[in-house]
């Protein structure tokens, strides 16, 4: 997965969600670091951490397993997996285990100087979209 390889180090943005209608429901920052493990049992790492305004925190780790030129993730808060499209998108399906029934698509889009990242999760219930996630990101290192 080239385009995924391109994803590697230290990235910080925003996320804001919003309803089907636009309305903002929720927003944070967040600085996320993707690593490739050269040893261990997985072939991929994502630790996720989210601040918000008012002083709340959340980390979240997500360990991947590369097989049939897919990412897979099976952690105690999703089961999913990733793919590559074209030269500069990965498209992720995920369902978070607490949430019966739903799921997302998120699309992760990387510039060709591999600096900033947009993605969009288009989050779907009983299959119907009920809100989507944007999130604006900037490399760090």
């Known amino acids: 997965m080239p385009v995924l390889a391109r994803h590697e180090g230290e990235w910080q943005g925003n996320y804001t969600l919003v309803d089907v209608n636009g309305k903002i429901i929720d927003q944070h920052q967040s600085h996320l670091s993707c690593q490739f493990?050269?040893?261990?049992?997985f072939s991929y790492y994502q630790i996720n951490r989210y601040t918000w305004e008012n002083g709340k925190t959340e980390e979240h780790q997500f360990p991947g397993t590369y097989r049939d030129k897919t990412l897979w993730f099976d952690t105690e808060r999703i089961q999913g997996k990733a793919w590559e499209i074209d030269n500069s998108t990965v498209i992720l399906w995920f369902g978070y285990k607490q949430l019966p029934g739903a799921y997302l698509y998120e699309m992760i889009q990387i510039s060709p100087d591999n600096k900033n990242r947009a993605r969009?999760?288009?989050w779907f219930k009983n299959e119907q979209i009920y809100q989507r996630t944007l999130i604006k990101e900037e490399r760090l290192k």
């Open 37 to 41: 493990p050269e040893n261990g049992e």
């Open 120 to 122: 969009t999760w288009h």
